[in-house]
């Protein structure tokens, strides 16, 4: 695996880079991203470019060894460009712009920019297309960062009509799959048709599903444009997008299978203090993140890049954009680089190499102080790279026998509808990780599309919209297959099944949710040894249930390798369900708390430490039967590390 570096020589004096480029390299980094937000300098005047000044930093940086990721710098689009083209902008729900003065202020929509877009992508495919120092190019950057999925601006308000017409053919056919009888909402032309937004109330939840599709197609279409405009200057170098974490405000899936490979940001500690957390799991893990945090999204991305993935962004120090922004634990920079490697990552890059004392990110910590003294964490960088040294090159492919079907769409429509403030998708596809990684289990995401037959089991947090064909392919899968609550709930258009809850999964599950109920999350309703909160189902069916309630009320039930669960399960309930399928297959599952986690890579076992205490690992070792090669300690501390060999 390599390791690398974010760096702006557009930010520092020509006199520093020389330097800068050898202590990269002496500090065991071979790759450095360039590029991505450097339109201003590269095209000061319109069709004025200046290509000398970044001429030379990729030669000085070349010339010490390093391997450059190149970003095209459509992320932000410079000023002369917004004030002749003001129709780029993003707009608001209220069709407002959204003006200059930071960055992704473009429409994913707008003609213009996409015009734009492809001529500026262009000229630097053909300025370093064939330079061999250019080993990676990136399309833009995180891609929906700030809210920009969606703008209501005229080319989106006219290419989502174009959209709505190519998917339903005739009005009529819309106004009925939509159901825009209720509240008089029929249409008679498609030109009538706005995006769902600034409403006085709930806009229509179909029309709202449509536009979040339609939104995400426009990523998508403009990543693909990009791609098109690299590809026939830079041939079969490698192109990636660097994707944010818990992000899904458009469908990775359609992105990804257009990259050579994924990458994405990782900031432990700023989405822990950003997300749904309790206070105690925020400060029990302050400094450390949340212990599966990262690896959701390594698995996630994995599965994005087909296999191939990166990290491009990774958290050296206390961020800036957080609500509190704390520094890691000593240890921890060097625990995430190395629990990427044991995901299957081929790079991790750090955010950035020097903090930058002006802007909009000066708080933000790199590798170097302002004042270009080295921060501490390059003590960790350094041991991580002799390591990995040490434990030699690995491109092996290990599969999991158990995997997650995540799903962005189903994430919209529990944002468009989610009956109960506190019912989140994410969060729930989290706890069932959560869930597994507790028990010790590696884990492959896939999509709704992919082959279900590679796997022993597969859970289903929710999948709402199920449709009779991929009933039959999990049916005929031979896995053992755990589905969440409110599968099977809806249509494609976002109306209720017919036949009610879980819709075409009763073929193979006969039993019918017949009312249900969202609960304040200060509530609960207990078990033996678990609860539920958030979501209860009340279900009609002859089906003797696997877990009941207090009450007698019933909320897990099985007919043969299908489970479905009728309430928002804790954690408890989660591993009890697991425990009996994995036991059915044969897997080996171990107990491993809150704090340790585990990944397996080409014969060797990482162990993670994310907790305050330290950890014994002589029980497990001897447990799981292996070997220990680092370190040569019976325990492992905050932040620490073991590697064992199996």
């Not at 029929?186 to 939840?205: G, K, M, N, R």
């Not at 585990?598 to 014994?616: C, E, H, K, M, T």
Request: proline letters at 6%.
């Amino acid at each position: 695996m390599k390791l690398g570096v974010c760096y702006y020589p557009e930010h520092w004096p020509e006199t520093m880079w020389k330097d800068d480029a050898e202590r990269m390299r002496a500090l065991g980094l071979s790759t450095v991203r360039i590029g991505e937000f450097a339109w201003s300098r590269i095209e000061p005047e319109p069709g004025k470019y200046d290509w000398n000044w970044l001429d030379r930093a990729i030669d000085i940086l070349s010339a010490a060894g390093l391997e450059i990721i190149l970003g095209t710098p459509t992320a932000t689009p410079p000023k002369w460009l917004m004030d002749r083209e003001p129709s780029i902008y993003c707009c608001d729900e209220f069709g407002r712009p959204r003006k200059f003065g930071s960055r992704r202020h473009y429409s994913f929509s707008s003609q213009v920019y996409r015009r734009e877009s492809q001529r500026i992508v262009e000229a630097m495919a053909e300025r370093y297309g064939g330079n061999p120092a250019i080993t990676m190019w990136q399309t833009d950057n995180e891609y929906g960062c700030h809210d920009t999925v969606e703008s209501n601006d005229n080319d989106a308000q006219v290419a989502f009509r174009h959209w709505l017409k190519q998917k339903y053919g005739s009005i009529d056919v819309l106004n009925e799959a939509w159901g825009t009888v209720f509240w008089s909402q029929e249409y008679s032309d498609f030109e009538q048709i706005d995006p769902p937004l600034a409403t006085v109330t709930e806009a229509h939840p179909a029309h709202r599903l449509d536009w979040r599709r339609f939104s995400s197609d426009q990523v998508a279409d403009y990543n693909q444009m990009q791609i098109d405009a690299l590809t026939p200057a830079i041939g079969a170098t490698p192109v990636t997008h660097n994707f944010m974490g818990h992000f899904n405000q458009f469908d990775h899936f359609p992105v990804g299978a257009q990259l050579s490979i994924a990458t994405w940001d990782s900031y432990p500690l700023g989405f822990l203090e950003q997300t749904w957390w309790p206070r105690e799991t925020k400060l029990r893990f302050m400094r450390t993140g949340h212990p599966d945090f990262a690896g959701f999204h390594h698995d996630l991305y994995r599965r994005m890049g087909g296999g191939r993935f990166g990290v491009m962004e990774q958290q050296p120090g206390p961020v800036n954009w957080a609500a509190y922004n704390p520094a890691p634990a000593p240890g921890m920079v060097k625990l995430w680089t190395l629990e990427a490697f044991a995901h299957g990552a081929s790079l991790v890059s750090y955010f950035r190499w020097r903090q930058a004392p002006f802007a909009q990110e000066q708080m933000h910590a790199g590798l170097n102080r302002p004042d270009n003294v080295p921060s501490p964490v390059q003590r960790e960088i350094r041991e991580t790279s002799e390591l990995l040294a040490r434990l030699g090159p690995d491109d092996a492919d290990d599969k999991s026998r158990v995997a997650l079907l995540f799903d962005y769409e189903a994430d919209w429509l529990f944002d468009i509808q989610p009956q109960g403030q506190s019912f989140n998708y994410a969060r729930l596809c989290f706890d069932f990780y959560t869930g597994l990684r507790k028990l010790g289990m590696d884990v492959d995401f896939i999509s709704r599309n992919d082959t279900y037959t590679d796997y022993d089991v597969i859970v289903v947090p929710s999948l709402p919209g199920v449709s009779e064909n991929e009933v039959a392919r999990l049916r005929d899968s031979g896995a053992a297959v755990i589905l969440g609550p409110r599968t099977g709930s809806k249509t494609a258009v976002l109306s209720i099944s017919e036949g009610l809850a879980p819709g075409p999964l009763q073929a193979v599950l006969p039993l019918k949710a017949h009312y249900v109920e969202s609960m304040h999350p200060t509530h609960q309703e207990s078990g033996a040894g678990f609860s539920v909160r958030h979501w209860l189902e009340h279900i009609e069916s002859e089906l003797e249930p696997d877990f009941r309630l207090d009450s007698g009320q019933g909320i897990v039930w099985s007919a043969g390798a299908f489970t479905y669960i009728s309430a928002w399960p804790d954690i408890g309930l989660i591993t009890a369900i697991l425990l009996r399928r994995l036991e059915e297959k044969s897997i080996t599952a171990i107990d491993l708390g809150d704090d340790l986690r585990l990944r397996r890579r080409n014969g060797r076992v990482f162990a993670f430490n994310y907790g305050p205490d330290d950890i014994s690992i002589t029980k497990l070792a001897d447990t799981l039967d292996m070997r220990q090669i680092a370190p040569k300690t019976s325990t492992i501390g905050t932040g620490e590390v073991a590697i064992f060999s199996v």
